[in-house]
């Protein structure tokens, strides 16, 4: 009797980073399977939604390459599928104190001529100064993970959802994976798997934690959301960083606040109620004040969504040192999805043996103090 079928590599989970891993992967032609517990489309992660949020400010130099090949990966997958992924606005960073955030071409701007100069829609609090990015933008993620899962099958990989991993162990030479649907040997595993990381590796189940996070998206065409008047901006607050999106493409105004409860992902998120969305709107008008924010009138979509976070902010990303087949992608922390190209292009080269050591600030093996 035969064994179960052989792959190269199997990825479990199929958000932006497992769709990048199962493309990058396909494209350098290794025999991929990926695989999801959910639907396709489905809203039960971090990668739904129309847009995100890309920047070079980074709050240490350490991210600089990372940022930079992550650019680099969104003009190669819009080359390779024709699609605008990125809609460069220029971004706005305001904060207290000391600059937070550095990168190529920033500018730290106290000035406040200067600021509404930049961008005059974006009324920054007194007290703050702000980080002007140039290279700060949109990125237009429902667009990009299709892109991503469209070129995965196009170059043979097979993308199965509604199947979820039962369990996994390393073998001499791979991995042993049992699914809802069958058992797959393969030659390296990656665990893509977002909110259930910490579930699948129960190593490093103390590394995450799961919050809920609420975003609100204002009716488009509102010539104070748009470029140039208004780019992508946050401002820092004990509360928690609000973030916005400009309506760079007729995807609306959308923001959020940086800190939700912690939430079990087993549960689906439940979903915005009316004062999480009345807040949301009073500091959208607070932070762009010619705009439209009526709760009843003008926002077209209010949404939940879970941030896996770790305590320093960075992602989780490389093969456990206990199981060398193995590769995490934890790309999480509320910020990855722009990385996408990034990450995916990573998995592939530690699938295919590279050590990327460039990645041990965001490695498995650094240890994450409280």
Not at 287 to 308: F, I, K, N, W
Not at 326 to 344: E, L, T
Request: hydrophobic content about 45%; some cysteine.
């Amino acid at each position: 009797m035969s064994g179960p079928p052989e792959v190269d590599v199997l990825v479990v989970g199929l958000g932006v980073h497992g769709s990048a891993a199962a493309y990058e992967l396909a494209l350098r032609g290794m025999d991929v399977v990926a695989i999801d517990q959910f639907a396709e489309d489905h809203h039960r992660g971090s990668s739904h939604g129309r847009t995100r949020m890309i920047r070079r400010a980074y709050p240490n130099p350490v991210w600089n390459d990372l940022v930079a090949r992550a650019f680099a990966g969104w003009e190669r997958w819009e080359r390779a599928s024709g699609e605008t992924l990125v809609r460069r606005t220029g971004g706005l960073y305001a904060h207290r104190g000391t600059a937070q955030l550095q990168g190529p071409g920033c500018e730290v701007v106290e000035d406040r001529g200067r600021l509404r100069e930049l961008m005059p829609s974006f009324a920054v609090p007194d007290g703050h100064r702000a980080v002007y990015d140039p290279s700060a933008g949109v990125v237009e993620a429902g667009t990009a993970l299709a892109v991503a899962r469209t070129g995965a099958r196009a170059a043979g990989a097979e993308l199965a959802f509604g199947e979820r991993m039962l369990s996994w162990r390393a073998t001499g030479d791979g991995c042993l994976v049992e699914t809802t649907a069958r058992r797959i040997r393969a030659r390296s595993l990656v665990l893509a798997t977002g909110a259930w990381a910490g579930r699948v590796v129960p190593e490093f189940a103390d590394l995450f934690e799961v919050w809920r996070i609420v975003t609100v998206t204002l009716r488009p065409d509102q010539p104070a959301a748009r470029p140039p008047r208004l780019g992508a901006f946050s401002v820092d607050r004990p509360e928690g960083l609000v973030f916005g999106i400009p309506d760079a493409a007729g995807n609306g105004f959308k923001a959020g606040v940086d800190a939700g409860e912690v939430w079990d992902p087993r549960r689906p998120a439940a979903p915005p109620t009316a004062d999480e969305i009345g807040e949301l709107c009073r500091l959208m008008a607070r932070y762009v004040p010619g705009v439209a924010a009526d709760p009843q009138r003008d926002v077209v979509e209010a949404a939940s969504c879970l941030y896996t976070m770790t305590r320093d902010r960075r992602f989780v990303l490389g093969r456990l040192p206990w199981a060398p087949p193995v590769v995490v992608a934890a790309a999480c922390s509320g910020h990855g999805f722009k990385f996408a190209p990034a990450i995916g292009a990573a998995v592939a080269d530690l699938c295919g043996g590279d050590d990327r050591r460039d990645l041990d600030f965001v490695g498995v093996q650094r240890r994450l103090d409280p």
